[in-house]
């Protein structure tokens, strides 16, 4: 890094949230990878996190991004890009952890991964949103597979999405997911269900060519105290292969098991 670009940096990261903070204005941040965690029962969302964005008072510092319309509310846990995490109470949930990965921790292929447990002091619905805008097709088609698996007390309802607009939280295409109902029943001596999900969906590219977002959205019913939910959703997508390229492989296969076959006769 020249010494030029090197103090443009310390200026923009200095004096810029410097200027947005004596004006009284949260500074705004660019954000391709992003979680919420939101109360309904509250009218704000309670907790926005943008990765490698921290937060003091009402002053956003960025973390190699630039200026756009989003702005983050309660800062990262982690330092590392591609790692998104949020740790406190929200309303009636006394505690909700939470962690979402996505490129390129987790590499360059798409992919994104979400896990929370939240436990309740009284009743209510948390909303975990975990949404990344920065992925693009390949291929004829694209292959998304979604796994889930957790345990809870209550109401759990799990969906996975794609968009064609590569908005933030857009739910064009749903992908997977499922309702998982853990309520207390009279017939059972404990509370709670485990559970598991795998829905693998494909999509065109008559549907979705090009950029495109990638979300986990999670709905947490608690109706009494002292409920944990905890559960962990896998988003993947891949290109389909091509109908040419399955031949091709089959076709290489056959000749080496007839090549292997000629060998043992000759043998």
Known sequence: MSATTRMHRVLFFTVVPIL??????????????????????????????????????????????????????????????????????????????????????????????????????GTGTLVVELWDTDFETEGDETRFQTLVGGTTD????????????????G???????????????????FNGIAFAEDVVTNISTNSLSGAYSMGIHASITHTTGMEVSSFNVDLQSSAVPEPSAAVLAVMVLLAVACCRFRRRRNG
């Open 20 to 121: 947005w903070g004596l004006t009284g204005v949260a500074m705004p941040c660019f954000a391709d990878f992003m979680l919420r965690v939101d109360n309904l029962a509250t009218q704000d969302v309670d907790v926005f996190v943008i990765d490698q964005v921290s937060v003091l008072g009402e002053l956003s510092l960025l973390g190699g991004m630039v200026p756009s319309t989003n702005t983050a509310n309660t800062s990262d846990l982690y330092a590392e890009q591609g790692a998104i995490g949020f740790s406190g109470s929200v309303g009636g949930f006394s505690m909700s952890v939470t962690l979402g990965m996505s490129q390129p921790l987790l590499g360059a292929e798409g992919r994104m991964d979400l896990f929370n447990v939240s436990f309740s002091g």
């Open 154 to 169: 209550g109401l759990l309802e799990i969906g996975t999405y794609a968009d064609s607009s590569a908005a933030a939280f």
């Open 171 to 189: 739910t064009e295409y749903y992908l997977g997911g499922g309702v998982f109902d853990g309520e207390f029943d009279s017939a059972s001596t």
